[in-house]
C-alpha cells in the first residue's frame, strides 16, 4: 500500500469507502455491469463498465449518459469522504477507479459529440486528480 505524504500542505489524498459485494458481483458471481448497477446505483466502477461497452459499440450518447452518471454519483462518493472539490483521487485506490473511469468516460463521449470545453475540463479534472489515471486512461 502507497503511504501518502503531502509535502505541498494541500488537501489529503481522498481514499473512497470499498464496497466488496459489487466486486464480487462483478468478478466471481458474473454478473453484468448493468445488473452490478441496478443493485448498488452508487458504485461508479458499473457505471464506467456500460460507459466504456457503449462507446466501443459506437453508442456515444448513451456512453455519454453512463459515463456522467458515474461520475455524479463518484462525486457524491468523494464529498462523503471528506473531499473539498480538489486534492488527489488516487489510481491505485481500487475504490477510486471507478469514478476515474468515468470523468475520462465522460471525457472522451464528450469530445466525441463535440462538447470541447467540457472535455478539456474533464481531462483537466482527472490530470489534476490523478496523474497516473490520467497516463493511463488519455488515449
Given amino acids: 500500500m502507497t503511504n501518502y505524504k503531502n509535502l505541498l500542505g494541500g488537501p489529503e489524498p481522498t481514499l473512497l469507502p470499498e464496497e466488496e459485494q459489487p466486486y464480487r458481483m462483478l468478478g466471481e458471481e458474473s454478473a453484468s455491469p448493468t445488473q452490478v448497477a441496478a443493485a448498488f446505483p452508487t458504485f461508479s466502477l458499473a457505471w464506467a463498465m456500460l460507459a466504456d461497452d457503449a462507446f466501443d459499440a459506437g453508442r456515444v450518447v448513451e456512453s455519454y449518459?453512463?459515463?456522467?452518471?458515474?461520475?455524479?454519483?463518484?462525486?457524491?462518493?468523494?464529498?462523503?469522504?471528506?473531499?473539498?472539490?480538489?486534492?488527489?483521487?488516487?489510481?491505485?485506490?481500487?475504490?477510486?477507479?471507478?469514478?476515474?473511469?468515468?470523468?475520462?468516460?465522460?471525457?472522451?463521449?464528450?469530445?466525441?459529440?463535440?462538447?470541447?470545453?467540457?472535455?478539456?475540463?474533464?481531462?483537466?479534472?482527472?490530470?489534476?486528480?490523478?496523474?497516473?489515471?490520467?497516463?493511463?486512461?488519455?488515449?
Avoid: M
Avoid at 102 to 125: D, K, N, V
Fill in 65 to 139: 449518459a453512463y459515463a456522467r452518471t458515474g461520475y455524479h454519483r463518484g462525486l457524491d462518493a468523494l464529498r462523503r469522504s471528506g473531499w473539498k472539490g480538489h486534492g488527489p483521487v488516487p489510481w491505485d485506490h481500487r475504490a477510486n477507479r471507478g469514478f476515474l473511469r468515468c470523468l475520462a468516460g465522460l471525457a472522451r463521449a464528450a469530445a466525441a459529440i463535440e462538447e470541447t470545453e467540457e472535455a478539456e475540463r474533464c481531462w483537466e479534472f482527472l490530470k489534476d486528480s490523478s496523474p497516473e489515471a490520467y497516463a493511463e486512461l488519455k488515449q
